[in-house]
């Protein structure tokens, strides 16, 4: 069966640092892989969609990469902030349009 | 950009009854919505797919008599969880996809939280 898989031990990195989180998948052959951010107590918001045939994607200080071979998605915060502090989820499209299977979510904690 | 509002943001109610929750998208038209459930500490799974003018698609292991949706209107999907139990606490998100979306991303509205006692 479809599998995603994110660290589900917390995060906890120093200001200023760069954060990685990891998203790895099996049995899965995604078109898309979609990284969102949860606040406790709040629906997600989107942050970056990559695509099959893009190995790169760069929002401001957030940086995605998508290695589908190793079929997995890093997800990088450079000069993280302890407002980058919340949940990180990664999402695959299902086997229909629109249709997202989630992971389990990393949380990450940015101390000041 | 797309603005998704779900209400009540909290709800508490008593074993036995049925609860609705309301999912709107506000600035944008939806012909097809997703409702989602999210235990503690765990990931969104997703229950149905709700389209507009025609009945629910639902999940595997969802039941539809329990977890009725309604897409009335191209701006509203609502969830009724019928006779509530407290294996039902849980919290529901809806999502809505951009208009006229080149790519997949899903607006979420704020989600709400269900205590059943």
């Not at chain 1, 990284?35 to 190995?55: A, S, T």
């Not at chain 2, 999907?77 to 996809?97: M, Q």
């Amino acid at each position: 069966s479809q599998k995603i898989e994110q660290n589900s031990e917390a995060l906890n990195i120093q200001e200023g640092k760069t954060a990685t989180l990891t998203c790895n998948y099996t049995n899965y052959s995604p078109a898309y892989l979609q990284w969102y951010r949860q606040d406790p107590g709040r629906g997600p918001v989107f942050l970056l969609l990559i695509r099959e045939n893009e190995k790169e994607k760069r929002k401001e200080r957030l940086k995605v990469t998508f290695d589908t071979t190793l079929k997995q998605s890093l997800f990088h915060i450079t000069a993280s902030q302890p407002a980058d502090s919340a949940t990180y989820l990664c999402a695959l499209v299902g086997d229909s349009s629109y249709k997202l299977i989630f992971g389990s979510g990393t949380r990450l904690l940015v101390r000041p | 950009g797309a603005v998704v509002s779900q209400h009540p943001s909290r709800v508490i109610c008593k074993s036995g009854t049925s609860v609705k929750i309301e999912c709107r998208s506000l600035d944008f038209q939806a012909t097809t919505m997703f409702w989602y459930r999210q235990f503690p500490k765990q990931s969104l799974m997703l229950m149905a797919t709700s389209n507009e003018g025609s009945k629910a698609t639902y999940e595997q292991g969802v039941e539809k008599d329990k977890f009725l949706i309604n897409h009335a209107s191209l701006t509203l999907s609502t969830l009724t969880v019928t006779s509530a139990h407290p294996e039902d606490s849980s919290f529901y998100i809806c999502s809505a996809p951009p208009p006229r979306g080149a790519s997949y991303e899903q607006y979420f509205g704020p989600g709400t939280r269900l205590t059943v006692t």
